[in-house]
DNA sequence: CTATCCTCGCTTTTT
DNA sequence: GCGAGGATAG
């Protein structure tokens, strides 16, 4: 082996991987085994000891974030080697990111207008909406959400309307008409979705052998990170591409295949030996990131998973602390835990942040109890995922106002601005444009202006569609002279679309305007990169391709909520596993099938080895769903977990959970014996209520009844079994 | 056109 | 139980 200064500080494994010969390379990665340190590390390499030169290399992610990542860190290991364009001779990008720029440089041999736009999942499902009332489809008996998904689902797999057989399935022969029809509507106002994007330029290659075969020459070396998430059409993409002369560099790890339910396919990481035989394969199972007790947690859990290309992580780091268990009574008393030992936690040591702690949960519903928790006591949080940045109402209707200002046929943009803010352009209009529209087979702009042209609408309409036709084409003269920032304010401004919200009333006015004036900022601090295109173009293009999340409140020091899903590839000193029950986690509509609930064992196996030093597992033993109470059995994640790594939490402070269950009973009750905490005179705290004073004594058992003098509300009988008392 | 009521749905999410 | 979006009345 090659020693170069570039593999001295890496383990052996991570050294093979990052030495292999020039050829395909599988790399099973486990979590925090240094993954991306090799991949970059391999780009070096190759172009260290392989001569392989930057524009070369193209890395495929899935995140614009990892991608950012990568640059970085490729930035700083070779910065000086990369010549002066820097990192951005090399292609590091999304799938969709690359896929997208391939489309724009051959947006003729793809069929493509030259300004197509890239359509994001709100404007399709709203596309599929407008296609439904020209289908006149009956929209309860097959959901247009689920003619989004099909169509997705039919792209994802490389299919086409033609490729699809419906045979006498109804519903089947339903999807094919709206997927056509939407395809038509797609090519009539140059709009691609994210699926288009792979499958156009999969076609593209595959129809255009020169092409083809011009990307196949120049790309030496391709690395794909977090391989077990690509679906079909990426792996067919990835496949065509490489050919059979390229060095493909896939980095994946079977445990951690969370995406399974929009796409993925994991045994693509088996086909891969396969197909790009021979592929050397190596594993990496050393961890840096977690205690040993947390590691052995993980394996135990995800050892019950079958066909698992297998591994086994380890550590030669300490053994640690053990995993806490705590068991709430109803998820309020869970969420209290969680303050609290958040709290204790900053308060042992006052080195530690906010930002090393990390609550995590199965779905975003779990958020707001958890919320409410915090901003009782006064602890600063930060939720991720949520509503990303780009896809709030009023950011929406800003890049709609651009992006009619840069392409008139953008139909979709049309339809959410042209009355927006409300300037008396109504439904019906708006309909008899759209008939127009039809009937011409021309985009509602031009025929909003050939009907203005041929006097249709009445005199009032007609003055408000001028009005409009007039600000659009009055913005562009304007934006064509200014720089992105300036016209985007300007835009904002001329359209009106500030005062409607400054004119909203509540706190929600005053936070969207602070949104499009973040938008304003974004719009300034943005470099074009690409000379081909405008500015606003380019802009445009990648609010599209990216979530712009981390946008308000970056900096502050808060604790870091977020579902399960989107903790993967993050790490933290304290991690909290909240809702650990049967329905929730494994989630219920995961039960049925064997694959799905192997994907939650592995969406568990991704939460557990977040944690660094600390693993805290929370489950109520009553939680409300959708406004029903149930009484949810523990997770079978944590039996899964060996004893004696665990700590059983008791509860000190609040009302002691029911004393027994009837376990051998189906349907478990709680049952209320003593609540030894609770006495005359002692202070409570009701959370609808607030706080009082218990007065009274009635009753044992399930039927103890407690008189409580509320300090705002005055005097109550409460039943103890229902009212969710806490000891102040 | 706007305000309000009502119904619906409800796992995970990137691009 | 809660929030979003659609339908309906004003």
């Not at 109504?426 to 050939?450: H, N, P, V, W």
């Amino acid at each position: 082996m090659t020693e170069s200064p570039l593999v001295k500080d890496l383990n052996s494994a991570q050294r093979e991987a990052v030495a292999a010969p020039l050829g395909n390379q599988l790399v099973l990665a486990g979590a925090g085994s240094g993954k991306t340190r090799v991949l970059v590390h391999r780009i070096a390499w190759l172009m260290e000891q392989q001569s392989v030169s930057p524009h070369q290399v193209m890395a495929v992610t899935f995140t614009n974030k990892a991608a950012r990542e990568m640059r970085e860190r490729l930035t700083h290991l070779i910065g000086d080697r990369l010549g002066p364009r820097g990192v951005h001779s090399m292609w590091v990008g999304t799938f969709h990111g690359i896929a997208h720029r391939l489309l724009k440089a051959h947006w003729q041999e793809a069929g493509l207008s030259q300004n197509f736009q890239i359509m994001d999942s709100d404007d399709q499902l709203r596309l599929i909406k407008r296609i439904y009332q020209t289908l006149a489809l009956d929209d309860s008996r097959w959901p247009v959400k689920q003619a989004q998904w099909y169509i997705n689902n039919q792209k994802d797999e490389g299919l086409r309307p033609a490729h699809i057989d419906p045979g006498h399935d109804p519903f089947a022969q339903t999807m094919k008409l709206v997927y056509e029809a939407y395809e038509e509507a797609c090519e009539n106002a140059g709009l691609v979705d994210f699926a288009e994007l792979l499958l156009r330029s999969h076609e593209l290659w595959l129809k255009n052998k020169s092409l083809l075969d011009h990307y196949q020459r120049r790309f030496v070396a391709i690395l794909v990170d977090e391989f077990q998430d690509t679906n079909s059409v990426q792996y067919a993409w990835l496949r065509v591409l490489a050919g059979h002369a390229c060095a493909v560099t896939a980095v994946g790890d079977d445990d951690q295949s969370i995406y399974g339910w929009r796409g993925a396919k994991i045994e693509n990481i088996q086909q891969f030996e396969n197909d790009f035989a021979p592929v050397g394969v190596t594993r990496l199972e050393q961890n840096y990131r977690s205690t040993s007790t947390i590691l052995s947690a993980a394996n135990a859990v995800i050892e019950n998973n079958f066909g698992r290309l297998g591994k086994n992580l380890w550590t030669d780091g300490g053994e640690g602390e053990h995993i806490d268990l705590f068991a709430g009574f109803n998820e309020q008393d869970e969420a209290r835990y969680i303050v609290e030992r958040v709290q204790d936690y900053l308060r042992e040591d006052g080195s530690r942040a906010r930002t090393d702690c990390a609550v995590l949960y199965r779905s975003n519903a779990q958020s707001r109890i958890l919320e409410e928790a915090f901003l009782r006591e006064n602890v600063p949080y930060r939720i991720y995922g949520g509503q990303r940045f780009y896809d709030r109402l009023e950011i929406k209707n800003a890049l709609a106002y651009l992006r009619l200002i840069s392409s008139r046929q953008d139909d979709a943009a049309l339809e959410r601005v042209i009355n927006t803010p409300t300037r008396g352009i109504g439904a019906k209009t708006i309909e008899s444009i759209r008939i127009f529209a039809r009937d011409q087979g021309c985009s509602l702009y031009a025929a909003m202006q050939a009907a203005l042209r041929n006097k249709v609408f009445s005199a009032r309409a007609a003055g408000a569609l001028n009005g409009f036709v007039a600000l659009i084409d009055e913005l562009e003269e304007n934006v064509a002279q200014l720089t992105l920032g300036e016209a985007a304010e300007l835009v904002l401004e001329k359209s009106g679309l500030v005062e409607f919200h400054r004119k909203e009333k509540g706190e929600k006015g005053q936070a969207r305007v602070e949104n499009l004036e973040e938008l304003v900022n974004a719009c300034r601090l943005f470099e074009p990169q690409d000379e081909e295109v405008t500015p606003l173009q380019e802009f445009l293009a990648n609010a599209a391709l990216d979530a712009g999340d981390g946008q308000a409140d970056e900096f502050e020091d808060a604790v870091q909520m977020m579902t399960l899903h989107s903790a993967k590839g993050l790490e933290f000193p304290l991690v909290f596993l909240a809702g650990m029950e049967e329905n929730l986690f494994p989630h219920k509509m995961s039960l049925d099938e064997p694959g799905r609930l192997e994907e939650e064992r592995r969406l568990c196996y991704v939460g557990i080895t977040r944690a660094m030093d600390k693993l805290v597992i929370s489950y109520a033993e009553s939680r409300r769903m959708h406004g029903n109470e149930n009484f949810n059995a523990v997770s079978r994640f944590i039996r899964e977990i060996p004893q004696n790594l665990v700590r059983e939490v008791r509860i000190q402070s609040t009302v002691s959970r029911p004393a027994s269950y009837s376990s051998s009973s189906a349907t478990r009750q709680t049952e209320v014996d003593d609540f030894p905490d609770l006495k005359l005179g002692q202070s409570v705290l009701h959370p609808v209520f607030g706080e009082g004073t218990i007065t009274q004594f009635e009753g044992r058992g399930a039927g103890a009844k407690v008189y409580v003098n509320f300090m705002r509300e005055g005097g109550k009988w409460l039943a103890l079994q229902y009212a969710k008392l806490e000891v102040v």
